[in-house]
């Protein structure tokens, strides 16, 4: 439900493998289940198909706060903007966050998510320098830096002089009996069915994860009127900030830590789900099983960086257990060892919203900086080396960031040492 697997694959007017997740219902719809093999599409109007061809200083993948935030910097200095996302509307996860953000005023403080994704929405639908492609997906870059974007109706080639990539991430799963009963769903899914299309996704859940994801939904479920009956931690401590934790516990939601999922089972879909306490190798301790009567199992276990885009076109990527996967790595500019081609938000390495729109100005400042001259490009440059400051010795001085900001520094390298790594990994595709 956040677009990211095939899980929802259907035939939707004879098209295979449409990501219902992200097609809107309308009168007439053709939705069939869709089994293994799917023939071609006999007798769809492939024909319809329009080829576009387009250039822009600078492309954006993805419309979260990373990617808005990148789109409307370089919007700023003068920069034409295609900004492309998969969703039906611009946003990202910002579209289902209900909460308030905290910080200043220039960092959204007092604002809710979704609020905050409106204002950029509205700023970038009525900038003449930004063209908004939604329900469009990048899925591919090819040599000579083209991008293939297929979108409603339309496929477009870009040529973009710069890419800033922020597709976000996608959630984890987890093995146990019946993981694939109707009902099992991962958290950011629940928050795409109640907090943005207004639909209750069940009366009674458990949730597994006690990271910020899982207790922000917990909350959200109780706001939505589902009974949170407990949420399952198997490491001894709650992986999330205390106010967020504070704020459930309020309400009698127990949180089990040491404990895990062991099995959900039901006649069609979830009826009841099976926890266990695990002992300090995390094997479960035989007779310590408790069952729960839930309709709703939410799976709240991590997020991994979306690294696809960035392993397709060659960038020298790197592991990082602190940002939840590979990511690619960066210079303090957020250039990859790609030329021209930047990272941003949760795909260069797991850490929260604020980050992430700090990050999608910082790799616009950049793309301005070499694309202008004169003082737009010393302003630009200025502007960057600033808002890096306050990002580093500022924002992520706060201890609740210290695993992000350890892994981000693990990552970013020197100038120097990327055109090092450059010369050994020769990128199959160049931008600019
Ligand atoms: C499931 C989930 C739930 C979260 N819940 C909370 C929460 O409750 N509170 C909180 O503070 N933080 C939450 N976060 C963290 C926070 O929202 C993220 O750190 C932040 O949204 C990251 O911003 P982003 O711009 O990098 O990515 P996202 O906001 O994820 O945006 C990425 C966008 O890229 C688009 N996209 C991806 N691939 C392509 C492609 N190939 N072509 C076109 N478009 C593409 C997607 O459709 C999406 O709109 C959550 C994150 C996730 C993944």
């Not at 697997?5 to 098209?15: L, R, T, Y």
Request: with cysteine.
């Amino acid at each position: 439900m956040i677009g990211k697997c095939s899980s929802c694959f259907m035939i939707v007017d004879g098209v295979p493998n449409v990501k219902t997740c992200r097609e809107p219902v309308r009168e007439g719809l053709v939705v069939e289940r869709q089994r293994g093999w799917v023939p071609p599409a006999g007798g769809v109007e492939l024909g319809g198909v329009e080829n576009r061809e387009l250039e822009a200083d600078l492309l954006v993948v993805g419309g979260g706060p990373a990617g808005l935030s990148a789109a409307l910097k370089a919007a700023e200095y003068g920069l034409d903007v295609v900004i492309v996302d998969e969703h039906l509307r611009l946003g990202g996860q910002l579209l289902k966050q209900t909460h308030k953000f905290f910080g200043s005023v220039e960092l959204f403080g007092g604002l809710r998510g979704f609020q905050i994704a409106e204002e950029y929405i509205r700023k970038l639908e009525s900038n003449e320098k930004v063209k908004v492609l939604s329900q469009s997906a990048v899925y591919g870059v090819f040599r000579g830096g083209l991008v293939g974007v297929v979108g409603r109706g339309a496929h477009y080639a870009i040529r973009p002089k710069s890419v800033v990539g922020s597709p976000g991430a996608s959630e984890r799963y987890l093995d146990f009996v019946n993981n694939d009963l109707p009902g099992v769903i991962g958290a950011g899914g629940a928050q795409t069915i109640m907090n943005e299309f207004g639909v209750k996704p069940g009366e009674r859940a458990l949730v597994v994860g006690s990271g910020n994801v899982g207790l922000i939904v917990s909350y959200q479920l109780l706001q939505a009127g589902v009974r949170v009956e407990a949420i399952v931690e198997i490491l001894p401590e709650i992986g999330g900030w205390f106010v967020h934790a504070a704020k459930v516990r309020r309400y009698g939601i127990p949180i089990l830590t040491r404990h895990t999922l062991r099995a959900v089972y039901g006649n069609e879909r979830v009826e009841e789900a099976e926890v266990v306490e695990v002992d300090e190798r995390f094997n479960p301790i035989p007779g310590s099983e408790k069952r729960f009567e839930v309709d709703l199992v939410l799976l709240a276990v991590g997020l991994e960086p979306d690294f696809r885009l960035f392993a397709q076109c060659g960038a020298a990527m790197k592991w990082s257990p602190d940002l939840g996967g590979p990511v690619p790595l960066r210079t303090s500019d957020l250039e990859t060892s790609v030329r021209n081609l930047y990272v941003a938000g949760d795909a260069s390495g797991i850490e929260e919203a604020t980050t992430a729109m700090i990050e999608g100005q910082i790799a616009a400042l950049s793309t301005a900086s070499k694309l202008t001259d004169g003082s737009r490009a010393s302003r630009a440059i200025e502007e960057a080396e600033k808002l890096s400051k306050f990002l580093w010795d500022e924002y992520r001085a706060s201890p609740l960031l210290a695993r992000a900001r350890r892994g981000k520094l693990s990552v970013t390298v020197s100038r120097e040492e990327m055109e090092r790594i450059r010369s050994l990994n020769p990128s199959p595709v160049s931008f600019g």
